[in-house]
């Protein structure tokens, strides 16, 4: 079955840096975009970033955008959210997601906090 497994989420302070990372196994990774979202507490989920299935296409949140970068390693099931320049209202926990078969599945998320 898909299971999506996303590590990497901390308490950091603003401006700071994290790497998400989501280990993606039970179905084909490189056949397949792959997208970041995000849930701050009370807010709805949004579409943070995503990527096309080989990597050559990306696209991001407007807010995000210039200093949030998807990536994807097809060799090891991963894909990766390198955030820079972190803001107090980046704080969320943030989902990785697959589109398969018409339904969308998702991790058990991880937890990011900026604040000083």
């Known amino acids: 079955q898909v299971q999506l497994v996303e590590s990497g989420g901390d308490l950091v302070q603003p401006g700071g840096s994290l790497r998400l990372s989501c280990a993606a196994s039970?179905?084909?990774?490189?056949?397949?975009?792959m997208s970041w979202y995000r849930q701050a507490p009370g807010k709805e989920r949004e579409l943070v970033a995503a990527i096309s299935r080989a990597g050559g296409s990306t696209n991001y949140l407007d807010s995000v955008k210039g200093r949030f970068t998807i990536s994807r390693d097809n060799a090891k099931n991963t894909v990766y959210l390198q955030m820079n320049s972190l803001k107090p209202e980046d704080t969320a926990v943030y989902y990785c997601n697959v589109l398969r078969g018409g339904k969308n599945y998702w991790g058990q998320g991880t937890q990011v906090t900026v604040s000083s």
């Open positions: 039970g179905f084909t990774f490189s056949s397949y975009a």
